[in-house]
């Protein structure tokens, strides 16, 4: 991002001053609730309103055109109806204006060409200007630092109280959403949570900039820490990859919810790999890659948001959680939460837990978790115990249950508290089992604890922070460097749209991966003889382009001795293949020996519309599609990332060696893994999908076998296509309409 589209932006989300273009007296309407949030949050700059109809406007001088009005301000606020928007948009371009949200809707949200004209027009004119929009269809946006309520939102419209809480400790946690309502249900739930927002910002159609240009600029924001997104897609997914990269630099977790989980694959029916991995997949796969937390739901990514508002700059170190509550009950069911998130609760040393003996009651227990009982929480309050738990070398968090219906113990316990929060080096999350009083939310985020009021979400938000600790201290943005090639990787050919097994195991056996010996023929008796040579049984294959998927049309046979059952069934092969596929082109059958046995998995290559090549590992063999055990991650891999994601797998504990199984051989998978990933980088322009399934992973020191494989190369022309390579951010305003 160039400097002077930073400065750009910047005059959108600080701005100095603003125009109301189509203000209305009136609050029940949109363009009056816009001028009625932007007075009752005072924003601190000059204030002009433009309005044909009108001479004042609560106490404003109106101006009858941009044209007109004193002074070139910073940001325009459009409300007027679409059919005028590109005039004024342009009006304001003219005039010396950098930045602009349009609230007004009818663009490409109707999906009538009407509309689609009116939002080219907004494009083309952000893209002529170099200025910075916001929409059009946006429900604006809040900087609750200046503050400036940039929006008819009812919850912020109608909010009572300051944008921001005067005394939290926590630091300020952004929004960015394609939904103008899901965006301020953000605010709606976190302001009374006592959370800090220091932006809101929807971005409706996405004419102008959209959602990948927010993020970027408020990564920059010094006082935003957290982000918050909501989003359905983005117009330039590849440079997610880029800006999350950034965002892990500067320590910023990302929360994202991206919905479309359960739409339809588009994938390629010839691949498995494709089929498995979807596009919701896609990004799961880079959200995990860059250390971005998926978000489930408004309270959720609230919540989780809070233990890193708080606590940023302490993450729990590991996974293990203190637990203070004075209630058994509760203990016992926010213990049960933690375990279900992967968290532990370990008994307490001996030393911490002589220290918290000497305060409890004999009906009181200090295992862990630690019930003070009602009465010391009645006469000490929760600091003194906190204070010795947080010393506790056996734990990396302290979630403590209580019941904050009333504000009095926190009010009584505040000096303690505040000084606790100031000297702790671990994270330390309220969760109140009743509602959670005002009062005591107010006190304890001014202590430096966030208060919660779900369990399930209180130990989610330990388990994020602590996933998030984890990734940071093996985060290496050089890991998206492709490797520096030793020797040269074999080029597909462009003219040969699928390779079958055969060609495609010709290929592999370039790339030094192990594939069982096998002979293309094409009679029984040819077939007898490829057998004879083997020495061992036999797998006979039907080979043809038309076929991806052999046993589906009973090409597939196995374990064949002797040169009768051989001959016999090629025959029958090749009698079943044409009464299942008779427009096939049947290149021959191929014969191979039978593989040693070991855990069969499936590794695959497929290219998604939005991230490029992706590579993928699972559990393999036919019933890969029911099984659906699958782990995905960008290009390129190496070998620490090919650990980590077998490490993922459900069927791990097979490949460790299991009811007095051998341990499989990891080494020789990863190689494997990296290889694949080698050769995809090395064809990215041509390269579309490769499926290794079953690949048998032997005991260890016996390495892998690949039993088959397909290799699917692009149609068209590939050079003017999207490669896994991150975007050039380097960019200004482009022209670009929203698929909405």
């Not at 809480?165 to 300020?172: E, K, N």
Request: glycine share 8%; proline share 6%.
């Amino acid at each position: 991002m160039t400097q002077r589209v930073k400065d750009t932006i910047r005059a959108l989300f600080w701005p100095q001053s603003i125009a109301l273009i189509g203000a209305s007296p009136d609050p029940q309407i949109i363009r009056g609730r816009m001028v009625e949030a932007i007075l009752e949050h005072p924003f601190p700059g000059p204030i002009y309103v433009v309005s044909r109809t009108h001479s004042k406007i609560r106490g404003l001088t109106c101006y009858p055109s941009v044209e007109a009005l004193p002074q070139a301000v910073d940001l325009a606020i459009i409300t007027i109806p679409a059919i005028h928007v590109g005039v004024a948009l342009e009006s304001c371009a003219v005039r010396g204006i950098r930045a602009a949200i349009v609230i007004s809707s009818g663009f490409a949200e109707e999906k009538s060409e009407v509309g689609e004209t009116r939002q080219q027009a907004i494009s083309d004119i952000v893209a002529r200007h170099r200025i910075a929009v916001l929409g059009p269809n946006a429900e604006g946006f809040l900087n609750g630092q200046m503050p400036l309520a940039a929006t008819f939102s009812p919850t912020v419209v109608h909010f009572e109280g300051e944008l921001q809480p005067a005394a939290s400790r926590g630091a300020g946690i952004a929004v960015i959403s394609q939904s103008g309502g899901v965006g301020f249900s953000f605010f709606n739930r976190g302001r009374p949570k006592g959370l800090v927002f220091s932006f809101v910002v929807t971005t409706g159609n996405e004419a102008g900039l959209d959602a990948l240009d927010v993020l970027e600029h408020l990564l920059e924001e010094d006082n935003t820490q957290v982000i918050l997104m909501f989003v359905e897609g983005f117009n330039q997914p590849q440079r997610l990859r880029e800006i999350a990269t950034k965002a892990a630099q500067r320590r910023k977790p990302l929360i994202v919810a991206k919905v479309g989980r359960f739409e339809a694959a588009s994938a390629a029916a010839a691949s498995h790999t494709a089929s498995l991995a979807g596009s919701y997949q896609a990004y799961q796969a880079i959200f995990q890659r860059y250390g971005i937390i998926s978000g489930s739901d408004s309270d959720h990514m609230t919540d989780v948001a809070a233990g890193f508002a708080y606590f940023s700059g302490c993450l729990p170190l590991g996974y293990r959680v203190g637990i203070l509550t004075p209630s058994g009950g509760a203990g016992a069911w926010l213990a049960d939460q933690c375990e279900a998130q992967g968290l532990s609760v370990p008994e307490l040393d001996q030393t911490t837990r002589d220290q918290i003996d000497i305060e409890l009651p004999a009906y009181g227990t200090s295992r862990n978790p630690v019930d003070v009982t009602a009465q010391v929480i009645f006469e000490l309050g929760y600091a003194p115990i906190l204070e010795i738990m947080s010393a506790s070398p056996e734990i990396d968090a302290i979630l403590v249950a209580g019941s904050l219906a009333h504000p009095t113990y926190v009010e009584r316990d505040l000096e303690a508290l505040m000084r606790l929060g100031q000297a702790i080096k671990k994270p330390v999350v309220f969760c109140a089992y009743t509602r959670a009083h005002p009062r005591a939310v107010e006190l304890l985020a001014q202590a430096g604890f966030p208060c919660l009021e779900n369990m399930s979400n209180a130990a989610r938000a330990i388990k994020a922070m602590a996933d998030y600790q984890t990734f940071l201290e093996a985060f290496d943005p050089a890991d998206d460097q492709p490797p520096a090639q030793t020797q040269t990787l074999p080029t597909l050919d462009s003219d040969i749209p699928l390779y079958t097994e055969h060609a495609a195991k010709e290929m592999l056996s370039q790339l030094k991966i192990s594939c069982p010996p096998g002979r293309l023929v094409t009679s029984a008796a040819e077939a007898a003889e490829a057998a004879a040579s083997f020495d061992s049984p036999v797998a006979l294959k039907v080979q043809s382009a038309q076929i991806p998927h052999k046993t589906e049309v009973g090409g597939v046979v196995l374990n064949l001795v002797g040169t009768d059952q051989v001959a016999s069934g090629y025959e029958v092969m090749m009698n079943q293949t044409s009464l299942h596929a008779p427009a096939a082109k049947i290149d021959g059958i191929r014969v191979e020996p039978m593989a040693p046995t070991g855990t069969e998995l499936i590794v695959g290559i497929h290219r998604d519309a939005d991230f490029g090549l992706l590579l993928s590992i699972g559990s393999g063999g036919v019933l890969v599609e029911v099984v659906n055990d699958l782990v995905t991650t960008p290009l390129p891999v190496n070998p620490r990332q090919a650990h980590r994601l077998i490490n993922q797998l459900h069927c791990r504990s097979l490949l460790g060696g299991v009811r007095g199984r051998a341990p499989a051989d990891i080494d020789a998978l990863v190689e494997l893994l990296v290889r694949v990933s080698d050769f995809a980088l090395a064809n990215a322009l041509m390269l579309d999908t490769l499926d290794l399934n079953p690949v048998i992973v032997h005991d260890c020191g016996l390495g892998v076998t690949v039993s088959d494989a397909l290799i699917g190369t692009r149609s068209g022309d590939p050079s003017s296509s999207m490669t896994c390579a991150p975007a050039d951010s380097n960019h200004e305003f482009p022209r670009r309409i929203k698929d909405v």
